[in-house]
Structure formats: structure tokens, C-alpha cells
């Protein structure tokens, strides 16, 4: 049971550039979401997903896309990066219910746009 | 809007001293409290939870929290402080704005603690 998983771990990006996280969870949760880290800041919710082909903008949306085709993976994609979005990157999962609250995080992905 | 304030960015405690992290919340009605814990280089992993009932909860690794209406508060204990606790703690709020059963969670801006041996 590998929980909640991020790919790729590190990435350095040039202004411009795209890219897409990719999270996958295991443990057949309904909710999915993406945060990022920023020092000082604790955890910004940017996207989250409350079930197989649902999406919604949480806090700090701008500049992001995301998509589940999939009930167990949430896909996070920089359009055109900006140094602004250099960050640590979060997904985590959680059942519905009660139980929406008590989020599964992933181990992170640092993302350097320079 | 909703918030939560931690008081303390870093805080340092020797091990086998005791340990209090403050959290305070801003939120209209009961709130469901969290704190989770976020060793280096890893995810955030939840310590304990508070929904309502029993106002004293325990959590994982021997932490416990208490919940105080009047005082807004839903502050982090331990009575022994080892060096494995050394991590950034998160305190946070579930926001049952967005209606449904949609929660999200919004967190303080963390606790670093370091112990001293």
C-alpha cells in the first residue's frame, strides 16, 4: 500500500516552460487536492478534486490547471512557468464524509523556475 | 474568513522537557480542529482531530491537544519532548464553507521545533 505518490520529486524549469505533477493515491479516496508550500506561508490549497471528472480553485489558483480522468490520479500543470510558482508542491487524498478532514499527504515535489 | 494564527514560528525545548504549541482560530461556528506534523523532506502526516465531545483529545505519538471555546484556542502538548518530535507542526481549521460535504483544510503558517539534547 503506497499511500499517496508524486512524480517527479525534484524539477527545474525555465520561465516559459510547462510541465504536469502527477499524484496517485491507492487508497480509493474520493477527494484529491494540490497545495503548495511556500516558507512562512504553511500550506495554500491551489486546485481540488472531490471526485473522477470533478475539478475546483481553491485559494491560490491562478497559473495552474488540473485534471482527474482517473479516480485515483489528480494532475497539476503549469501552462507557462513563472518564478513565482518555485515552490513545494503537495498533493493529498482523503475519503468523503467525516472523514474529508483527515488528509493522506505525498512526500512533495520542489519545483525551481528560474 | 476563517484563519488560524501560530505565535510561534520556532521554538526550541530540550528532551524530556515539556512541550506547548499555541494555535488560535478565527471561524463563525464549532470548528473541527486539526494539528498535523511535517518531519523534513517529507509530507504532512495528522496528529490528532477534534470534531466535538470530549474537549481534551489524543493523538498520535503521545501528543494531545485541548480545545477552549472561550479562548479560541486548540493548543498542542507533551509532557516528554524526544528528538525524533523535532519537525514543523501545522495547525489547522476544516472549512465548511464550500458547502456540501466538501472540507477543506486551512492552515496556520506552522511551529518549527527544535530540541536540544
Known amino acids: 500500500n503506497a499511500g499517496v505518490t508524486q512524480t517527479p520529486k525534484f524539477r527545474v524549469l525555465k520561465t516559459g516552460q510547462s510541465m504536469t505533477l502527477l499524484c496517485a493515491q491507492d487508497?480509493?479516496?474520493?477527494?484529491m487536492y494540490w497545495y503548495r508550500q511556500d516558507p512562512g506561508m504553511g500550506l495554500r490549497l491551489i486546485h481540488y478534486?472531490?471526485?473522477?471528472?470533478?475539478?475546483a480553485k481553491g485559494e491560490v489558483p491562478d497559473g495552474y490547471n488540473v485534471s482527474r480522468l482517473k479516480k485515483q490520479n489528480f494532475l497539476l500543470g503549469l501552462e507557462s512557468a513563472a518564478p513565482s510558482q518555485t515552490s513545494v508542491y503537495f498533493c493529498?487524498?482523503?475519503?468523503?464524509?467525516?472523514?474529508?478532514?483527515?488528509?493522506?499527504f505525498g512526500p512533495g515535489t520542489r519545483l525551481t523556475v528560474t | 474568513a476563517q484563519s488560524v494564527t501560530q505565535p510561534d514560528i520556532h521554538i526550541t525545548v530540550s528532551e524530556g522537557a515539556s512541550l506547548e504549541l499555541r494555535c488560535n482560530y478565527s471561524y463563525g461556528a464549532t470548528p473541527y480542529l486539526f494539528w498535523y506534523v511535517q518531519s523534513p523532506g517529507q509530507g504532512l502526516q495528522l496528529l490528532l482531530k477534534y470534531f466535538s465531545g470530549d474537549t481534551l483529545v489524543q493523538g498520535i505519538k503521545g501528543f494531545e491537544a485541548e480545545f477552549k471555546r472561550s479562548q479560541s484556542s486548540f493548543n498542542l502538548r507533551k509532557p516528554s519532548v524526544h528528538w525524533s518530535d523535532a519537525a514543523e507542526y501545522f495547525c489547522a481549521v476544516g472549512d465548511r464553507n464550500y458547502g456540501g460535504s466538501q472540507g477543506n483544510l486551512i492552515f496556520g503558517k506552522g511551529t518549527k521545533l527544535s530540541v536540544k539534547p
Open positions: 493529498a487524498s482523503s475519503y468523503g464524509g467525516t472523514q474529508t478532514y483527515e488528509q493522506y
Open positions: 487508497m480509493n479516496h474520493e477527494y
Open positions: 478534486s472531490v471526485g473522477e471528472g470533478t475539478t
